[in-house]
């Protein structure tokens, strides 16, 4: 059953990766982003786009570069340490238009999925899924027949974007696929929409907790992301091209 489901996902978003309109994205850096009027770092600085604002690619390309998305933290815990690396998102500046004016921004933190609620990080996923993507025109369910599989469901928004379930003894996962996307796209929709920076901004938060170890960042060796704690997991990666965001917990 795995398989079918596998096959399902990938012919889905394969037919849809023909759909996806790039000429217009979306600003996801919270703090906005910046429009300089070269291709580069050192490029006059013109504005600060704001977070959730379109913007219009006009085709152009500047220079490749790495910019420090989130900080490494260490935790110790007793004897040992737990720690999290840093994750250095990979990007380029490209040219944009916005408000008639056209300059450079770094695409890191552009998606060409939208935003449903600008000002907080308080909406849902699947809330955010349908704002952006309608309701669902497939749905999947099934009861599971494996050793420890309660059920699994999957649904397949128009714009070929996927939502899949799995609830297993002890806990569950969710799979959220888009039919293009980057580790940079991924990253910015799971801090959204499951805080992964948290361990890093609110440290002080998390020490003393009983040995809780939260959710730390390790660098894969093909660059997906996990994001991996006592009793969670988030991975982020790219497949053919596909974005895929895996998230899994239990107790």
Same mark, same amino acid.
Request: charged fraction near 25%.
């Given at each position: 059953?795995?398989?079918?489901?596998?096959?399902?996902?990938?012919?889905?978003?394969?037919?849809?990766?023909?759909?996806?309109?790039?000429?217009?994205?979306?600003?996801?850096?919270?703090?906005?982003?910046?429009?300089?009027?070269?291709?580069?770092?050192?490029?006059?600085?013109?504005?600060?786009?704001?977070?959730?604002?379109?913007?219009?690619?006009?085709?152009?390309?500047?220079?490749?570069?790495?910019?420090?998305?989130?900080?490494?933290?260490?935790?110790?815990?007793?004897?040992?340490?737990?720690?999290?690396?840093?994750?250095?998102?990979?990007?380029?500046?490209?040219?944009?238009?916005?408000?008639?004016? !056209?300059?450079?921004?770094?695409? /890191?933190?552009?998606?060409?999925?939208? @935003?449903? =609620?600008?000002?907080? *990080? %308080?909406?849902? #996923?699947?809330?955010?899924?349908?704002?952006?993507?309608?309701?669902?025109?497939?749905?999947?369910?099934?009861?599971?027949?494996?050793?420890?599989?309660?059920?699994?469901?999957?649904?397949?928004?128009?714009?070929?974007?996927?939502?899949?379930?799995?609830?297993?003894?002890?806990?569950?996962?969710?799979?959220?696929?888009?039919?293009?996307?980057?580790?940079?796209?991924?990253?910015?929709?799971?801090?959204?929409?499951?805080?992964?920076?948290?361990?890093?901004?609110?440290? !002080?938060?998390?020490?003393?907790? /009983?040995?809780?170890?939260?959710?730390? @960042?390790? =660098?894969?060796?093909? *660059? %997906?992301?996990? #994001?991996?704690?006592?009793?969670?997991?988030?991975?982020?990666?790219?497949?053919?091209?596909?974005?895929?965001?895996?998230?899994?917990?239990?107790?």
């Amino acid at each position: 059953m795995r398989f079918l489901i596998i096959c399902f996902l990938f012919s889905a978003i394969l037919s849809a990766q023909k759909r996806i309109d790039l000429s217009t994205q979306y600003v996801w850096a919270e703090s906005g982003l910046t429009m300089r009027a070269e291709g580069n770092a050192e490029g006059e600085k013109m504005m600060v786009i704001p977070f959730g604002a379109a913007v219009k690619m006009t085709g152009e390309w500047g220079e490749y570069l790495k910019v420090r998305a989130l900080d490494g933290v260490r935790y110790d815990m007793g004897d040992e340490a737990a720690i999290g690396e840093p994750y250095l998102m990979e990007g380029a500046y490209v040219g944009v238009e916005y408000e008639g004016e !056209k300059g450079y921004v770094f695409n /890191g933190y552009l998606f060409y999925c939208p @935003l449903e =609620v600008k000002e907080s *990080r %308080s909406e849902g #996923f699947e809330n955010w899924m349908a704002s952006i993507a309608g309701a669902p025109d497939t749905i999947f369910f099934n009861e599971g027949s494996e050793e420890l599989v309660r059920g699994r469901s999957l649904y397949q928004y128009p714009n070929g974007m996927t939502l899949a379930y799995e609830d297993y003894e002890g806990g569950g996962s969710t799979t959220i696929t888009f039919p293009i996307g980057s580790i940079a796209n991924g990253f910015m929709v799971a801090n959204r929409f499951w805080n992964i920076d948290e361990p890093v901004k609110n440290k !002080k938060d998390f020490e003393g907790e /009983g040995g809780i170890v939260p959710e730390l @960042l390790k =660098v894969l060796d093909d *660059r %997906s992301l996990l #994001f991996q704690g006592d009793m969670s997991a988030i991975r982020i990666m790219v497949i053919g091209g596909m974005l895929i965001i895996h998230s899994e917990g239990g107790c």
